[in-house]
């Protein structure tokens, strides 16, 4: 009876624990959102045919390139409130402090201004959807402040609602396209709607939730010059920037090389081949977690091992299935205009499970705090120069951006084993 009521304390005080509770309620948005995302490329996707989808597709993609520092920045927030003894006050003082310095370069703004009418042949993009990227992507740099501010805050229910709030918006748009009202236009029309509705709710949730004033206008920059010092920030850093240049880059080659229409294809290709990281990436968290912990060390090598096993079975799993019902998923979910990519659904597959495989020795590398985490940020000048020389069409791209993935796997591996060879005779 005692262990009875022992275990009901304790598992009490664990459901009531803001982690748990907060890791619980980003898992659940993780999926929500993830699932509701593939809805809005289906929609997309069926509604505005190869070209259409291109276009959307390219468009996220340079969102998320230039994005690339501003997410680094949300991750040392979420840190810098994690360590704060009072979050709220750390908060009060790193929002004066930004946006004062948002403030002192307001020419910025100017000079975005200049180059808008010259996206459309740099990026070639449709003009409409080349003339919504500066907006996007200023909504995008305050959203990612907000985001980090309320996880670091632990305002874990109100960081899900909006997450979810946004991504619902932006599906609206998705669905009057796919019942043909609108076309691209009304799909760029909720995308920039959900931009203002989640940056402009972000903004009054963290208001009502730092309620003090803090005397003072700026933040001790020490303190946040001494997170910029610190390794492990710019190595997680340089992490991320590789993994997102190789989860996106492909995709502006081949809209950047290629028709319209050869670079949806392209796009839809990608999405088949990420569906496989989506549905692991939460192992890929928690393989992360698990090796960033000391206490479980002495069993983090026969777990690599085994994780990166179980990868090849759901890789071997998925390449069959992708052969045996691609025609029929294509022909179900998006219809006869992309037909064109049924020949390489298998090779998505390949792709899907060495792009996963690669992150998740990336991320056992990176909570090892070794350099080797770096391999991929350093080989990817050699993907795009390779991607700028080699491929005449879609293919071409598609065989690029697997073998790359596949050459830092072999790399991963062989340091890998190196390590536990040396390790046998220390």
């Known amino acids: ?56 597709a390219a468009l996220f993609a340079y969102l998320i390139i230039f994005s690339i520092p501003i997410g680094i920045i949300g991750t040392i927030i979420i840190q810098r409130l994690g360590e ?21 370069k307001w020419y910025l703004i100017i000079l975005l201004a200049i180059i808008t009418p010259f996206l459309p042949r740099i990026t070639n993009l449709t003009p409409i959807v080349a003339y919504s990227l500066p907006f996007l992507l200023i909504g995008g740099v305050l959203g990612a402040y907000y985001n980090g501010a309320l996880q670091g805050l632990h305002l874990f229910f109100w960081y899900s609602v909006l997450a979810i709030l946004g991504t619902l918006v932006k599906l609206i748009g998705a669905t009057f396209a796919l019942f043909g009202i609108g076309g691209l ?46 390794r492990q920030v710019w190595l997680t850093g340089a992490v991320l920037a590789g993994i997102t240049l190789v989860n996106n880059i492909d995709i502006v080659f081949a809209k950047k090389l290629f028709d319209a229409e050869s670079a949806g294809l392209y796009s839809l290709w990608t999405l088949f081949a990420k569906i496989i990281f989506y549905i692991l990436s939460p192992l890929v968290t928690i393989g992360y977690i698990f090796f960033s912990s000391k206490k479980h060390e002495i069993r983090h090598q026969i777990a690599f091992i085994l994780s990166f096993l179980l990868f090849i079975i759901i890789g071997v799993i998925a390449n069959l299935g992708y052969g045996a019902y691609g025609r029929l998923a294509i022909d179900y979910f998006f219809g006869q205009q992309y037909i064109g990519i049924i020949p390489f659904l298998e090779w998505a597959a390949y792709f899907g499970t060495g792009y996963t495989i690669m992150v ?40 690029v951006s697997t073998i790359f993935t596949y050459v830092n796997v072999t790399i991963f591996v062989l340091i890998f084993f190196k390590n536990r060879f040396l390790s046998l005779f220390n």
């Open 1 to 56: 009876m005692y262990n009875n009521k022992s275990m009901k304390s304790f598992f009490s005080k664990i459901s009531k624990n803001s982690f748990v509770q907060g890791g619980f309620l980003l898992t659940i948005t993780s999926f929500a959102t993830g699932f509701l995302n593939y809805l809005f490329n289906l929609f997309v996707g069926k509604a505005l045919g190869p070209a259409g989808f291109g276009e959307i």
């Open 84 to 104: 704060a003894k009072d979050g709220f006050t750390e908060a009060t003082r790193i929002h004066k402090m930004l946006f004062g310095l948002f403030r002192q």
């Open 185 to 230: 236009n009304i799909v760029l029309l909720f995308l920039v709607l959900s931009t203002i509705v989640g940056v402009t709710a972000s903004h009054y949730v963290f208001v009502k939730s730092v309620k003090r004033e803090i005397n003072g206008t700026i933040a001790n920059n020490n303190i946040l010059l001494k997170i910029f010092k610190d």
């Open 360 to 399: 998740f020795m990336n991320y056992y590398y990176l909570a090892k705090k070794s350099k080797a985490a770096l391999i991929p940020i350093i080989l990817t000048p050699v993907y795009i120069f390779t991607l700028a020389l080699y491929p005449t069409n879609i293919s071409g791209v598609m065989y």
